[in-house]
């Protein structure tokens, strides 16, 4: 599922907001690739890039909540921890070479609803605190 962005998606808070934009890039970059027929070693290649995107995205956040004393800070850790388990387990079989390409598409929206979810429900409720000191 391609994911279009739209200002419900936005912070408020530039460079989280670059990052979100940045990982709503390549997840649909995947998907194209994904529909395309590219290889899944390939394609594992793209979400290696996902992963590198989202540890970065992640970091820049709990470095922003701690220097704002955010109260649920290390809840927010917590899910980040989460979201980067549940993608690595996501991205194996890419790697491995273990999926099959009739599998990509049908498993893939997972990716983007991962992502979603992380702005959403994750992010969304911290906004208006942040963007107060920011």
Same mark, same amino acid.
């Given at each position: 599922m391609?994911?279009?962005?739209?200002?419900?998606y936005?912070i408020?808070?530039?460079?989280?907001?670059?990052?979100h934009?940045?990982?709503v890039?390549?997840?649909?970059?995947?998907f194209?690739?994904?529909?395309?027929?590219?290889?899944?070693?390939?394609?594992?290649?793209?979400?290696?890039?996902?992963?590198? =995107?989202?540890?970065?995205?992640?970091?820049?956040?709990?470095? *922003? /909540?701690?220097? %704002?004393?955010?109260? !649920?800070?290390?809840?927010?850790?917590?899910?980040?921890?989460?979201?980067?388990?549940?993608?690595?387990?996501?991205?194996?079989?890419?790697?491995?070479?273990?999926?099959?390409?009739? =599998?990509?598409?049908?498993?893939?929206?997972?990716?983007?609803n *991962? /992502?979603?979810? %992380?702005?959403?429900? !994750?992010?969304?409720?911290?906004?208006?605190?942040?963007?107060?000191?920011?």
């Amino acid at each position: 599922m391609v994911i279009e962005w739209t200002d419900a998606y936005k912070i408020g808070i530039p460079g989280l907001d670059d990052d979100h934009k940045k990982l709503v890039d390549t997840v649909n970059h995947f998907f194209t690739q994904a529909e395309y027929g590219v290889d899944t070693r390939a394609l594992g290649i793209i979400l290696d890039q996902v992963v590198a =995107q989202m540890e970065a995205h992640f970091q820049r956040e709990e470095t *922003l /909540l701690d220097r %704002h004393d955010y109260l !649920d800070r290390l809840g927010h850790t917590t899910r980040h921890q989460q979201v980067m388990q549940q993608l690595k387990r996501f991205i194996e079989p890419y790697k491995s070479g273990a999926l099959l390409h009739d =599998q990509t598409c049908d498993k893939a929206e997972f990716l983007s609803n *991962l /992502l979603i979810k %992380h702005i959403i429900e !994750d992010d969304q409720p911290f906004k208006s605190c942040l963007r107060t000191l920011v």
